[in-house]
């Protein structure tokens, strides 16, 4: 009896050794392994853990990514091509949006002459403040990626690294866009800038476009890296600096204000302003109304360092200032709010004299001359508005911004 016991005590210690070890190795291996640690979170916990840019000689490092075509794609998929151009960019950055037709360009004149372009976001979507959004349609989620694939019909493959950031952690991108040029061996020979300018007119040397030609003719590449300008990488760490931003608005105050059908038809001519306006007409009662709203308000902390002003006007009954109040403030709508002085909202139609028919929602921009720019009936399409109100703002951060919402390519 005294021998079994001794003998079970001996399995159970030594099972238990077993487990530690295991357990020791284990967490051994998730220490010093680093894509599981680039994989615990989105990017760096702080600005002093940005990863450094990959040097010029060191071998491309592995990906394995979902595309916007809805495939994974992986390194080892361009073994063939000669020369292989990874480009780190982005959906809301306006200086990756003014390279989005050159990209398309350089793979085009080079697709029969065995160099592949693949194009990485490696951005965590959820580090970009509304404030940075200033010029764009969408953000750099993967569904907003395939949107902006499709809207500008993308020829190279556009894959998704913002989930983790793994792979930009890997090749240490700056900015959008960041180019890495790299032989057939996959030896990094060039990195940095695609050309010298933002503004196509402007770019005097094209380093990317050089490097592949001096890599197809063998010849050395004479400048090998330049810094990338462009937008910022969103590492992780800035997610809080995004929250913090969007917690201030928050607390700013909510009003509302009546209107009379006089100042109302002031109001929609738009004269003397410098801003173009967009109004959207609602109402508390108006299911398509509160299911928009949100979208509204995040239109409002998007552009609102543009040229841009956003007014509700509300055709509940004037005695129903409490409830649209109450509405106002659970939507955080810090814009300028309106609710209709009359208990007749066809005074409000009449007012407003843009073939209005009454119903609600109804959004309305106007020009900074009085003229309609874009208008729409019931429930809004967020995506059309947005490239509506892009489409007519004028330069005024960035030259060129306006020419290329309004370009095809």
């Known amino acids: 009896m005294h021998s079994s016991t001794n003998s079970s005590a001996f399995l159970r210690h030594r099972r238990n050794a077993v487990l530690l070890l295991a357990i020791f190795i284990f967490g051994f291996a998730i220490l010093f392994c680093p894509l599981a640690r680039a994989q615990d979170g989105p990017g760096p916990g702080s600005p002093n853990d940005v990863p450094p840019i990959l040097k010029i000689g060191e071998h491309a490092p592995g990906f394995h990514l979902m595309g916007v075509d809805g495939k994974y794609h992986s390194l080892q998929d361009y073994a063939s091509s000669k020369v292989l151009v990874i480009i780190f960019n982005c959906d809301h950055c306006p200086v990756a949006q003014m390279y989005e037709k050159r990209i398309k360009e350089l793979t085009a004149d080079y697709k029969n002459r065995s160099v592949q372009v693949v194009v990485i976001m490696g951005n965590d979507p959820y580090a970009e403040a509304l404030s940075e959004w200033g010029h764009t349609d969408l953000g750099d989620t993967y569904s907003e990626m395939k949107l902006r694939a499709a809207y500008r019909s993308f020829n190279f493959p556009y894959l998704f690294d913002g989930d983790t950031q793994a792979v930009a952690l890997k090749y240490g991108p700056t900015a959008t866009p960041h180019a890495f040029v790299f032989d057939q061996q996959r030896t990094l020979r060039y990195e940095g800038r695609i050309d010298s300018n933002p503004r196509e007119e402007f770019a005097t040397k094209h380093y990317v476009r050089d490097a592949i030609d001096d890599l197809l003719a063998g010849k050395p590449i004479e400048i090998m890296d330049t ?114 002085n009359s208990y007749d909202s066809s005074e409000a139609v009449k007012a407003l004299g843009m073939d209005w028919k009454g119903g609600v929602p109804y959004t309305v921009l106007i020009g900074m001359d009085g003229k309609v720019l874009y208008k729409t009936q019931g429930g809004m399409n967020a995506l059309d508005l947005r490239r509506a109100i892009l489409k007519n703002l004028p330069d005024d951060r960035y030259i060129g911004q306006h020419a290329y919402w309004n370009s095809t390519f």
């Open 227 to 340: 810094p990338a300008v462009g937008c910022s990488t969103k590492w992780g760490y800035k997610e809080k600096a995004a929250k913090t931003e969007l917690k201030e608005s928050e607390e700013k105050p909510v009003t509302v204000e009546m209107i009379t059908a006089d100042q109302l038809t002031t109001l929609s001519k738009n004269v003397g302003t410098d801003k173009l306006l967009l109004v959207n007409f609602w109402a508390t009662w108006c299911g398509p109304c509160t299911v928009e709203f949100p979208e509204l308000e995040k239109m409002v902390r998007t552009y609102a360092k543009r040229q841009l002003e956003i007014v509700t006007v509300s055709i509940n009954n004037p005695d129903e200032k409490k409830f649209v109040l109450e509405f106002l403030q659970q939507q955080h709508a810090i814009n300028r709010n309106l609710l209709f």
